[in-house]
């Protein structure tokens, strides 16, 4: 993994997180307790605090950048981009959606899949919006989405036990 400081701020990351050997971390960035990043994902924090809490995920080729918190068992999906913006406990961003600055995800809702989550937007919890600009379709309280945070707890476990580099 690349970590960097940047005008005196270092990444902090827990014992127990997992992050990628080809992830990015820079500056003010706080990976919690049984997080994980996963691969080519970049954590900029040069403009903001970047806090991923206990057991959240962000996975492949996903960009955080200036103040971004993504809340506990929430999972940040593949290529997604979370730009000065908080993430509720156990949501999901989808593969390729944006969310922009000042908006505000509640908690377990689910962004589609290329969703544009527009600026100063709040998703009410339990909410499922898709978009562009995301719009809120449908309200559940359970969805198998809720739980994507443990399972990946499980995989970044797995892989800190059974993965090596082959080269």
Same mark, same amino acid.
């Given at each position: 993994?690349?970590? !960097?400081?940047?005008?005196?701020?270092?990444?902090?990351?827990?014992?127990?997180?997992?992050?990628?050997?080809?992830?990015?971390?820079?500056?003010?960035?706080?990976?919690?307790?049984?997080?994980?990043?996963?691969?080519?994902?970049?954590? !900029?924090?040069?403009?903001?605090?970047?806090?991923?809490?206990?057991?959240?995920?962000?996975?492949?080729? $996903?960009?955080?950048?200036?103040?971004?918190?993504?809340?506990?068992?929430?999972?940040?999906?593949?290529?997604?981009?979370?730009? $000065?913006?908080?993430?509720?406990? !156990?949501?999901?961003?989808?593969?390729?959606?944006?969310?922009?600055?000042?908006?505000?995800?509640?908690?377990?809702?689910?962004?589609?899949?290329?969703?544009?989550?527009?600026?100063?937007?709040?998703?009410?919890?339990?909410?499922?919006?898709?978009?562009?600009?995301?719009?809120?379709?449908?309200?559940?309280?359970?969805?198998?989405?809720?739980?994507?945070?443990?399972?990946?707890?499980?995989?970044?476990?797995?892989?800190?036990?059974?993965?090596? !580099?082959?080269?």
């Amino acid at each position: 993994m690349v970590l !960097r400081s940047f005008e005196g701020s270092e990444p902090t990351i827990h014992d127990s997180a997992y992050v990628d050997e080809t992830a990015v971390i820079i500056g003010d960035v706080t990976i919690e307790q049984d997080a994980s990043i996963w691969p080519n994902t970049t954590l !900029r924090g040069d403009h903001g605090e970047i806090v991923i809490r206990e057991g959240a995920n962000v996975q492949d080729n $996903a960009v955080c950048h200036e103040g971004v918190e993504i809340g506990p068992y929430a999972t940040v999906g593949h290529t997604a981009i979370v730009h $000065a913006a908080t993430v509720g406990e !156990r949501a999901l961003i989808g593969m390729q959606a944006t969310v922009l600055d000042g908006a505000t995800i509640g908690d377990r809702a689910l962004i589609g899949a290329g969703s544009v989550v527009t600026e100063n937007t709040d998703i009410p919890p339990s909410s499922f919006a898709i978009g562009t600009p995301a719009e809120v379709k449908r309200t559940d309280d359970e969805t198998p989405w809720t739980y994507a945070g443990d399972h990946y707890v499980e995989l970044a476990n797995r892989y800190q036990e059974h993965s090596e !580099r082959l080269d």
